[in-house]
């Protein structure tokens, strides 16, 4: 058996190979529902195919919450290689998947008393939770236990920084942020907003932009701000839009020292509040962790 399992939802962005490697499960951050059709994401509709539909009709691509009895399925099957896991999920803030896993969690407990599930809500999305969730993943193959697992996870945590850029205003009516009518309004004038994850787990707006090349230089300079050093772990994630991707990594690695890069895409859930061509960064610096 493993000291702990370390799960996380696919709005972390784990790759699959990354996954395979170090034994990191993840679960879907929500069910996709279109046109009338159930979806599993990663399983039956695939990340472009999902980008595809949200263009062709979004009022009928529909997100709804995972149950506590997927995850009690989760948490069972992990239980027979553990009795220990650890679940680090997206900001409680942004979405219930935290309290779910905890109902969840509460559950499991009942049936078999001798596992013990943490709930760890990173406070934060994307490459900065799929940070958070490798560095507590590497500590697993080393061995540790869940409290040395959960220590290092909430290191991470606290030095972590997130910013992200829109290209449209578009889909943002879908996350409750914007009426329709305004998102549509504002897309018409190509604004590109800028957000940052705040400590509370909160999405909050910083500055905007009409012009993405502008947008990323803003962003390499919000990076340099808050960061009291140029050598850092970085995370890139994009909605569908690889080139661009591969053009504010160019970016990134002209401007600082990068410990390690990662590149990945957005899941459909979060895919459907930002639309296509979205990009964000999550970074930290070089930490001294338990060995």
């Not at 996954?19 to 509709?45: F, S, W």
């Not at 957000?195 to 909050?204: A, E």
């Not at 690889?242 to 990594?249: E, Y």
């Amino acid at each position: 058996m493993t000291n702990v399992s370390v799960i996380t939802d696919s709005v972390a962005g784990i790759p699959r190979e990354m996954a395979k490697q170090y034994n990191i499960t993840v679960v879907p951050a929500a069910h996709i529902l279109y046109n009338g059709r159930n979806y599993t994401e990663g399983e039956d509709l695939s990340i472009s195919e999902a980008y595809a539909l949200i263009e062709k009709d979004p009022d009928r691509f529909v997100t709804s919450a995972i149950s506590p009895a997927f995850l009690v399925n989760i948490y069972r099957d992990l239980s027979l290689k553990t009795d220990n896991i650890l679940f680090i999920t997206l900001s409680g803030a942004l979405s219930a998947v935290s309290k779910t896993a905890q109902t969840a969690a509460e559950f499991f407990g009942q049936e078999s008393p001798k596992t013990v599930i943490r709930v760890f809500d990173s406070k934060t999305c994307a490459g900065a939770q799929g940070l958070i969730t490798l560095a507590a993943a590497k500590a697993t193959v080393k061995g540790m236990n869940l409290n040395e697992v959960t220590e290092i996870a909430q290191k991470v945590k606290d030095n972590m920084g997130y910013l992200a850029m829109l290209d449209t205003l578009r889909y943002v009516y879908r996350t409750g942020r914007m009426s329709k009518l305004a998102s549509r309004m504002a897309a018409l004038f190509s604004i590109k907003p800028i957000s940052r994850v705040s400590k509370q787990g909160t999405l909050d707006y910083v500055t905007r932009t009409r012009n993405r090349e502008d947008g990323m230089n803003k962003m390499i300079e919000l990076i340099k701000q808050e960061s009291n050093t140029k050598a850092l772990h970085f995370w890139v994630m994009h909605a569908d839009a690889p080139d661009i991707a591969d053009q504010f990594i160019k970016k990134i690695k002209d401007n600082f020292d990068c410990l390690s890069m990662t590149n990945s895409e957005y899941s459909p859930v979060m895919g459907y509040g930002t639309g296509r061509k979205a990009i964000s960064v999550g970074f930290h610096p070089e930490l001294i962790l338990p060995v």
